[in-house]
């Protein structure tokens, strides 16, 4: 499976200003997702990011929020914007599995943020 | 309804014993499952994926598929108490996107010695 990093590893933010997390692939792969997991619950989908075009966001999530850029195939950002005390998350970027056959994904080490 | 249900636990066994972990689902057009497996403050780590109705064995692991009663269960044998983690079904929904995958809340296991 692929080595993903991410950046930071954690932070602690003010309420009202934003925060970029940094997914790093070690391997060219064509879809990228990003996820939150509130402390104690389970992971949701925020968007997918394929390379060249724009993200794909699930119900509840958009992209003025949560902006996401995609510019190659090993690397994504996520933008938490305009941040409140709601947003303290682990957020999780995670990658498609090489297999075809299956779509399991595989993911990185999160960036856990607290939100003051 | 949620897409994927799990019972949130903890389910404590003893060190030893099998432990048995549940996952239903209500979209029958899933076709594959996967199992992961999350420690406090790590990421999570997939175990296990099935696609197949029966068994899938890979190790102290096993899978069961049974997709007209659309369940899905992960036995550990011989739990130690660095199984001790929350266990998390995911499944792709069959609409709205294949690659997608919908998470269970999660089962918090407990290996005690």
């Known amino acids: 499976s692929a080595v993903i990093s991410q950046k930071p590893s954690r932070d602690i933010c003010q309420r009202g200003t934003s925060l970029t997390i940094q997914c790093q692939v070690d391997s060219q792969v064509t879809m990228m997702f990003w996820y939150r997991q509130q402390p104690g619950q389970s992971l949701t989908l925020i968007a997918t990011?394929?390379?060249?075009?724009?993200?794909?966001?699930e119900s509840g999530f958009v992209i003025d929020k949560f902006p996401i850029s995609r510019p190659n195939l090993t690397f994504s950002t996520l933008t938490v914007s305009n941040m409140s005390p709601e947003d303290s998350s682990i957020y999780l970027c995670s990658v498609r599995g090489t297999s075809g056959a299956i779509n399991e994904q595989f993911f990185g080490p999160g960036t856990r943020l607290t939100v003051l | 309804q949620k897409e994927v249900e799990q019972n949130s636990g903890p389910l404590s066994v003893p060190e030893g014993a099998i432990a048995s972990l549940n996952c239903t689902y209500s979209d029958r057009g899933s076709q594959s499952f996967f199992w992961y497996r999350q420690y406090s403050g790590k990421s999570p780590e997939l175990i296990m994926f099935?696609?197949?109705?029966g068994d899938k064995e890979d190790g102290r692991f096993t899978a069961q598929l049974n997709k007209a009663s659309q369940y899905v269960s992960l036995l550990i044998r011989d739990s130690q108490p660095s199984d001790s983690a929350t266990y998390l079904c995911?499944?792709?929904?069959?609409?709205?996107?294949?690659?997608?995958?919908?998470f269970g809340a999660g089962t918090r296991l407990a290996v005690h010695p």
């Open positions: 990011a394929n390379q060249g075009s724009e993200a794909t966001y």
């Open positions: 099935i696609y197949s109705n």
């Open positions: 995911a499944a792709p929904p069959f609409s709205g996107g294949y690659n997608k995958l919908i």
